[in-house]
């Protein structure tokens, strides 16, 4: 994170504890992911963008549109319990720092973010080897 966006993530969260242009309000943005990790049958990543996504997913990690992403490392051996059970997986990808980085909002007051989340937040999934996963792919 650049000086800039965290000087930026500074001045939003000031309002929070000085009473201000938040009304002392926070919302803590987050990214939800739930998945059953044998679905994909080897290691993935769970990317998040802000934006437009890249079409070449060896850039995915470091394009400007880039929020974070949760990692799922599988073993791609077969095991019977494997693939008689879903092994669920639950994480979170913390949205703040590029809300501030890439937004013009002064607070994160979720009638201001909701909206735009909504139009600009996607996500994709890659695997270990850098080919893009089916999108069909449950995550919540």
Not at 108 to 119: D, I
Request: charge should be neutral.
């Amino acid at each position: 994170m650049s000086r800039k966006s965290q000087n930026r993530l500074l001045d939003m969260l000031g309002g929070v504890f000085s009473g201000g242009s938040g009304g002392g309000q926070y919302s803590d943005w987050t990214a939800r992911v739930t998945f059953d990790r044998t679905e994909v049958g080897r290691s993935f990543s769970v990317v998040f963008f802000l934006g437009s996504v890249p079409e070449d997913s060896s850039t995915w990690l470091t394009c400007p549109q880039f929020v974070g992403a949760h990692h799922a490392f599988v073993h791609s051996g077969q095991c019977a319990r494997c693939s008689q059970d879903k092994v669920m997986e639950e994480g979170f990808v913390s949205l703040n720092p590029a809300i501030a980085d890439k937004s013009t909002f002064g607070s994160f007051l979720s009638e201001l973010v909701a909206p735009w989340l909504k139009n600009e937040l996607q996500w994709r999934v890659r695997a270990v080897s850098g080919s893009v996963v089916r999108r069909e792919i449950n995550v919540n």
